[in-house]
Structure formats: structure tokens, C-alpha cells
């Protein structure tokens, strides 16, 4: 679900975007493990990418993603979506105030379908924020094979408060 123009910035200050990139790059440990990477943030959609490597596979005779970097990479971005989704709802602050919110973020419900086996060097992640309350985030998230091929979908909840 697109917001309104008018009540969402077109894009966030390059402030925001690096504090924002160091917490989910570096500060989450666990995305580094991953190799995710964000290559896109934006009020409402974020993007990232995961690059094959030999500690991700789940099945050896197939060299195919294992299932649960799938699910924790949507997870994170879903989590993500939802951080933009907070910034921009507060763009009245300044960024490093922004940056402060994200502390009692957390995941509450997760669902993952797995559509198609994830091969491939390469792969594409996108989330968006369907609603934002005040305590409670929903989010749709999708995991993209190289040449754009829908492999999982996610759909997640995150408390906020």
C-alpha cells in the first residue's frame, strides 16, 4: 500500500540512510552473516540483496539457498520496511532522533512461502510496510531469483512500542 505523496518524503536525508545502513549492515550481526545488503530505501519500499556463498547452502548436491537464510533475510527486511516506514512518519525530527526509535522493534509473527528453490549467484529482496499503528507493523515482503523470478513471499508483523 502507497501512502499519500503529501504525507511522505520523496526521499530520506543521506544522514538517515547511513544510520540506518550501519544498524542493519553492522550492528545486526546476523545480517552480516547473511551478506545482506540494502540497495534501496525509500518511505515505502525497501530493497536488499544476498550474495550466494558457500555457508548459505542448504543443499549441497543442488548448491541451493538453505531455507532459513531465506526466512531470516525477509524477516530483516521486513523489520527494515518497517524502520522506513517510522522514519518517515517523523521526519520532523532529526535524523540521529529518528535513528533512537527502532530500540523495541521485534518481530511477533512471521509467515514464509516457499515458491521456488532459491540457485543462483545473486539474489533480490523487497518489503513494504501494508500498515503502520502505533504499536503493531504489517509488512509483505519477496525474495527474487536473478532474473527477477518471485522464489518465497513473506508477510510479517512487528511490535513497535
Same mark, same amino acid.
Not at 521485534?106 to 533480490?124: C, K, M, N, S, V
Not at 510496510?129 to 503493531?136: E, K
Given at each position: ?38 540497495? =534501496? ?36 527486511? =521486513? ?7 517510522? =522514519? ?59 532474473? =527477477? ?13
Amino acid at each position: 500500500m502507497t501512502r499519500p505523496a503529501t504525507t511522505t518524503p520523496a526521499q530520506f536525508e543521506d544522514e538517515f540512510v547511513a544510520g540506518l545502513r550501519a544498524i542493519f549492515e553492522d550492528k545486526i550481526l546476523f545480517n552480516r552473516v547473511l551478506g545482506l545488503k540494502i540497495t =534501496g530505501l525509500r518511505p515505502e519500499v525497501v530493497t536488499g540483496s544476498i550474495a550466494m556463498q558457500p555457508e548459505l547452502v542448504g543443499h549441497f548436491s543442488h548448491n541451493r539457498l538453505h531455507g532459513g537464510v531465506i526466512s531470516a533475510g525477509l524477516d530483516a527486511m =521486513g523489520g527494515l520496511a518497517v524502520m522506513a516506514a517510522i =522514519g518517515a512518519r517523523h521526519m520532523d525530527e532529526p535524523p540521529a532522533q529518528r535513528l533512537l526509535r527502532f530500540g523495541k522493534l521485534g518481530t511477533i509473527d512471521l509467515r514464509i512461502d516457499y515458491l521456488r528453490p532459491a540457485i543462483g549467484e545473486r539474489f533480490q529482496l523487497r518489503a513494504e510496510v501494508l500498515r503502520l499503528g502505533s504499536r503493531v507493523a504489517s509488512t509483505r515482503m519477496e525474495f527474487l531469483g536473478p532474473e =527477477g523470478k518471485l522464489l518465497s513471499s513473506g508477510a510479517g508483523a512487528y511490535i513497535i512500542s
